[in-house]
Nanobody, 115 residues
Framework: QVQVVESGGGLVQAGGSLRLSCAVS????????LSWYRQAPGQQRELVAT???????NYADSAKGRFIISRDGTKRTVFLQMNNLKPEDTAVYYC?????????WGQGTQVTVSS
């Protein structure tokens, strides 16, 4: 059984902050990687940030210095703290969890940044 559920999106003014959360549950498997992606209208889905099972983080250039990926002690909930948001950050944000078998995706949460 697999569940990937994002929350925390919304409408914010430029310069504001939002915190996204994602609970990932894959019965019987540990999660090797937790990731956040985003997809703006008419554009391809792009990587925002990842965190490995060991805690190593990686960020897209557009996210460096503004976004922080983290997880809770269970390693099954991942967060994306987004600061100093810009209109170009407007997109549907997707969470994914990767096991040894597959990558599982959530339904996405809309983030809209107004200028």
């Amino acid at each position: 059984q697999v569940q990937v559920v994002e929350s925390g999106g919304g409408l914010v003014q430029a310069g504001g902050s939002l915190r996204l959360s994602c609970a990932v549950s894959v019965r019987g498997y540990s999660l090797n990687l937790l990731s956040w992606y985003r997809q703006a209208p008419g554009q391809q889905r792009e990587l925002v940030a990842t965190i490995t099972n060991g805690g190593t983080t990686n960020y897209a250039d557009s996210a460096k210095g503004r976004f922080i990926i983290s997880r809770d002690g269970t390693k099954r909930t991942v967060f994306l703290q987004m600061n100093n948001l810009k209109p170009e950050d407007t997109a549907v944000y997707y969470c994914s969890g990767t096991t040894s078998l597959n990558t599982y995706w959530g339904q996405g949460t809309q983030v809209t940044v107004s200028s």
